[in-house]
């Protein structure tokens, strides 16, 4: 009688055992269905200039405030690198599970600026002296808890050019992907299975919540710069990037460059 006991507590432990394991694979997907989108319109990104540094994008025209503006509308995608992203359809609009059968879709430069933000933020010291402590800090507008907000990704991440840098190269720089995992941030900073292959393959990366990046020291009289990647994405692995908070609008970025020049 102990014996049939023992052996239904074990059936019944490894049954929840199954049941737990698949809820958290039902929870893994968070994509929308064909039919829906998530409205980014109008991101607005816009830095200010401190002691004798400037600020440029990707067009490498410095000075002392940089304007990014958009009214693309965003479909969720996912990266674990910043260099390959993914994107999938939902089976349902009321589950996070991805449509059966098939993989997640690889996305290309051509169709990518439907689905992610890439642009660059680069910091130069344009002065005589050294510039010290540098700090870009940034903040996600305070908007209601239904907006795209809750699953919105940003990530600013340092990236190496070499030779004589123009906008080509520039644009065509890439981070390492342990630089893009340590870059992201997000509002609940809750960890997430980023997309790293199209068979779905993932990484998990958990989002920093404090919105600051530290620049190396530029020192002054030879025009020194940092240069950064910008990615803001809708992202399809986050729980809360479901049918029902579709349409959504990004919420605003604003971006703040600040450094202490040093006295000699």
Known sequence: MKAKSRKRLLISSVAMLLVAMLALGTATFAWFTSSTTANASGINVQTTQASELQISKTDLNWGTSVNYSTTATFEPASSANGANWFTAEAGKRDEFTKKDGTNFVALTSANKSGYV?????????????????????????????????????????????SGTVTTTTLAAATPSASDFQAGVFDVDGVAYNAVSAVDA??????????????????????DAAAYYKLYVWFEGQDVDCADVNAGNALPSIQFSVTGTTSQS
């Open 117 to 161: 933000f890439e642009e660059t933020l680069n910091v130069r010291n344009h002065g005589a002296a050294a510039v010290t402590g540098i700090t870009i800090t940034f903040s996600i507008g305070e908007t209601p808890a239904t907006t795209g907000k809750n699953y919105v990704r940003v990530a600013l991440v340092p990236v190496t050019v």
């Open 201 to 222: 393959a993932a990484t998990s990366i958990t989002p920093k919540t404090t919105y600051s990046v530290s620049v190396p020291n530029l020192a002054g009289g030879s």
